[in-house]
Structures are given as C-alpha cells and as structure tokens.
C-alpha cells in the first residue's frame, strides 16, 4: 500500500524504484550513516536519517516537524498527515543526539530545513534525492523514500516477531501486508528456495 504511493507519487516525478528496499545489515546502516554525514548538510541528513529508521513514519510526517515538538520531551505527539492519527513517538534513543542537534536552533525553526531556504523545510522530494544519491554511493538502485520506515520495520520484526504491532504501527489492513512490505516475505521465499532443487 505504501509502497504504491511510494511508486505513484513519484513515476510522475523522476521515475522512483518500483522495489524499494529496506536496509537488511547493521553494515548498510553504518554504511548510510557514514555518506550521509558527508553532505553539505551532514548533521541534517543523518539525523533525519536517524530519526527515519527508529521511528517507521513516513518522509511526509519527518520533514515537516519544528524544533520546539522535541524541546524537554523524549515521547512527543505528532499527527500522522495521511492517516490524521494522532501517535506518541518514542525517542529515548535518539534523545542524546536530538538535544546536541537542537541546541542552538530556536522551537520556531524546521527540525529539517531547506538547503538553500532555511525558512523552508526539506521536502519529500529533497529526501528523494538523497537517497537517490545515496544509493549511487552504496552502489544499489533499491532505496527510495521508503527505505528508512522499510528498515524500522525490518529490524522492529526481527527482534520482536511482532508483526501484529507493526501492523497496527503501520496502519496496515493486513499481516501480509505489512510482512511484503518491509521485505519478510521476499526474505522468506528467498530462504525456503536455497536448499531446493530440481533434477540437480
């Protein structure tokens, strides 16, 4: 479901991947991280970066976030713009990072500014590109807006086996939804054909 808005909103723009991946290995992630932080706005990028994997919300819900939701509070309220939900948010994690990052900004101000218009705020597009950029530097044409709520929820999955949360996290319909969604499913297949064969 994500992953066809994914796929409609940007086969008008700039031909987005029709299978966006999440990021399977702690190798990827650190290997994102480290050309993330090398961009002209390196701070940004990677703690939106950040932010993206360990939240699971949509590029739409980050990019328009203000300094002053996250000043003294590590469990903030946002309102999810697609879905109108209103969802607590566990930053305990990130907490350390966030207060470095915000320190010197003032609550007015976009957690994630425009490069060239610090009035702005970065948009999805912006994000697009980054990881379009992104997935030059990694050598790999499957990472797209989706990949950083594809790899919360990868990652959520694989250590809880909870995928009737994710679910619900997700605003999915169904558990093969979500389970195709962040890439199970692929995973699974995959491993129940390594060891088959026929006439071999």
Do not use: C
């Given at each position: 479901?994500?992953?066809?808005?994914?796929?409609?909103?940007?086969?008008?723009?700039?031909?987005?991947?029709?299978?966006?991946?999440?990021?399977?290995?702690?190798?990827?992630?650190?290997?994102?991280?480290?050309?993330?932080?090398?961009?002209?706005?390196?701070?940004?990028?990677?703690l939106l970066?950040?932010?993206?994997?360990?939240?699971?919300?949509?590029?739409?819900?980050?990019?328009?976030?203000?300094?002053?939701?996250?000043?003294?509070?590590?469990?903030?309220?946002?309102?999810?713009?697609?879905?109108?939900?209103?969802?607590?948010?566990?930053?305990?994690?990130?907490?350390?990072?966030?207060?470095?990052?915000?320190?010197?900004?003032?609550?007015?101000?976009?957690?994630?500014?425009?490069?060239?218009?610090?009035?702005?705020?970065?948009?999805?597009?912006?994000?697009?590109?980054?990881?379009?950029?992104?997935?030059?530097?990694?050598?790999?044409?499957?990472?797209?807006?989706?990949?950083?709520?594809?790899?919360?929820?990868?990652?959520?999955?694989?250590?809880?086996?909870?995928?009737?949360?994710?679910?619900?996290?997700?605003?999915?319909?169904?558990?093969?939804?979500?389970?195709?969604?962040?890439?199970?499913?692929?995973?699974?297949?995959?491993?129940?054909?390594d060891h088959f064969?026929?006439?071999?």
């Amino acid at each position: 479901m994500d992953q066809m808005m994914e796929t409609k909103k940007h086969n008008t723009n700039k031909g987005q991947k029709l299978n966006v991946q999440p990021l399977r290995t702690q190798t990827d992630i650190e290997t994102a991280k480290f050309f993330l932080s090398k961009n002209k706005m390196g701070k940004r990028d990677l703690l939106l970066f950040l932010f993206g994997i360990n939240t699971g919300l949509r590029a739409s819900d980050i990019v328009v976030r203000k300094v002053g939701e996250f000043r003294n509070t590590k469990k903030p309220y946002i309102v999810e713009e697609k879905t109108h939900k209103r969802r607590k948010l566990n930053l305990s994690n990130l907490a350390e990072q966030i207060d470095e990052y915000i320190a010197d900004k003032s609550d007015d101000d976009w957690l994630f500014p425009s490069y060239k218009d610090r009035s702005k705020h970065l948009t999805v597009n912006g994000v697009y590109r980054m990881f379009e950029v992104l997935g030059k530097q990694m050598g790999r044409d499957d990472l797209g807006t989706h990949t950083m709520r594809k790899t919360f929820g990868y990652h959520y999955y694989k250590r809880t086996h909870d995928i009737a949360t994710l679910m619900e996290i997700f605003n999915h319909s169904s558990q093969q939804i979500t389970k195709r969604y962040i890439g199970i499913t692929e995973d699974e297949i995959d491993n129940s054909l390594d060891h088959f064969s026929i006439g071999i």
